[in-house]
């Protein structure tokens, strides 16, 4: 029962709408309705600019956290925290108060790593910063970063956590599926920040 009460609560954390009501709130805009419409981090970057997309960054991350942290506050054993984290990624890609659309994952599939290992989520974050300042591009990091931790899980020893990275991964992949298309024909979009951004704007002038 309590596994139960657990998996419901980090759906719905997982499920509050961060991008959607900043855009409409502090913008009074719908971010469905712009950029690539997705109410995910990298889309808010793109429609409302690095600030706001930092906030709603830092609150995706933190649902995944506390979603993923509901075992520990009702005295359950901490490996609970990777699968009942599981269900905020699914709350975020298919938000009960958005008809069941969402993000990609990636920022609150990050949350669960903070609640599980905190020094792994920090050298996951540092790569994946490094590789979005490198690109401007928050699919490829996203994409290379899921991959490389799930890659390099299998050599932790811990199956639950193997397991847990590749149902994420998984996740991540598929929602990224348009990402992968752009790409692969070399128009995948920048967000407004890194080296990639400066030399476009450059050129563009």
């Known amino acids: 029962m309590k596994l139960l009460v657990c998996a419901i609560l980090a759906y719905l954390?997982?499920?509050?709408?961060?991008?959607?009501?900043?855009?409409?709130?502090?913008?009074h805009k719908n971010i469905f309705q712009y950029g690539s419409g997705n109410v995910g981090t990298t889309n808010a970057y793109r429609v409302f600019g690095p600030f706001a997309g930092?906030?709603?960054l830092i609150f995706d991350i933190?649902?995944?956290t506390l979603g993923a942290l509901m075992p520990v506050f009702f005295g359950l054993d901490?490996?609970?925290?990777?699968?009942?984290?599981?269900?905020?990624?699914?709350?975020?890609v298919f938000s009960i108060f958005l008809k069941f659309r969402g993000g990609k994952a990636v920022a609150t599939s990050a949350g669960i790593l903070l609640a599980y290992n905190p020094l792994?989520?920090?050298?996951c974050f540092i790569f994946l910063a490094l590789i979005v300042y490198l690109t401007s591009m928050v699919s490829v990091a996203s994409l290379t970063t899921v991959l490389l931790f799930t890659i390099a899980s299998l050599f932790m020893h811990d199956w639950i956590l193997t397991a847990a990275a590749v149902i994420v991964t998984i996740i991540v992949f598929v929602r990224h599926i348009p990402n992968i298309k752009r790409l692969l024909k070399g128009k995948e979009n920048l967000v407004p920040i890194g080296l990639a951004y400066k030399r476009q704007q450059k050129n563009d002038h």
């Open 13 to 27: 954390i997982g499920s509050f709408p961060t991008a959607y009501i900043v855009g409409k709130v502090f913008f």
């Open 54 to 56: 930092t906030v709603v």
């Open 62 to 64: 933190l649902k995944g």
């Open 78 to 92: 901490r490996h609970w925290i990777l699968f009942i984290g599981i269900f905020a990624v699914v709350g975020h």
């Open 120 to 123: 792994l989520f920090t050298l």
